[in-house]
């Protein structure tokens, strides 16, 4: 009888431990909507001046999405992507990726995005260069982040409290 309960017991410590390798952070993530991740990351900086939104629900969703990154359309879920109309840094966008395993890729291509948005406020409007190099870009599992505002840090805090 105790072999059989040590067998037993062995047999559950591994299945346990199957288990729970099995799982990563970044699949228990719970799957949070894109308006509330927008809705509670623009209440988070009160200094933003007033933004055009495009997303992907639009009718030009994949040709807009080319503007923000050279990732493949077809990797990606949905998205939203704000920007300041009067021409200024701000920006925010975040994209859900249809698997997570492709983030490395989407954070390296909005990287590229702040390099080439840096070049052209260089050129045309320098005292918004401040704002662009101190760019944030995060990932919560499946969910990448762009931020570039006055308070990118509580932006950024309030993308992953959406996240708990």
């Known amino acids: 009888m105790k ?9 559950l410590l591994i299945f346990l431990f199957i288990t729970a ?3 990563d952070a970044a699949d228990s993530a719970p799957a949070v909507s894109l308006s ?9 900086d009160t200094t933003l001046p007033e933004l055009t939104k495009i997303s992907s629900e639009d009718e030009q969703a994949e040709l807009n ?11 990606v879920d949905s998205y939203f992507y704000v920007y300041a109309k009067e021409g200024t840094a701000e920006e925010i966008a975040v994209i859900r990726l249809k698997d997570k ?3 490395a890729s989407m954070m390296q291509s909005l990287k ?3 390099t080439l948005r840096k070049g052209t406020f260089e050129e045309y409007s320098p005292e918004q260069v401040g704002m662009a190099e101190k760019a944030v870009v995060t990932r919560e599992g499946a969910y990448v982040a762009l931020i570039i ?7 950024q805090k ?3 409290s959406c996240f708990e």
């Open 112 to 114: 590229e995005h702040v």
């Open 36 to 44: 509330d991740l927008l809705e509670t990351m623009l209440a988070a």
């Open 101 to 103: 395993n492709d983030a």
């Open 149 to 155: 505002s006055e308070k990118n840090g509580l932006v």
């Open 3 to 11: 072999k059989q309960t040590n067998i037993l017991a062995a047999m």
């Open 158 to 160: 309030a993308f992953q």
């Open 21 to 23: 390798c099995g799982k």
């Open 65 to 75: 999405f080319s503007y923000l990154s050279d990732l493949s359309y077809d990797l």
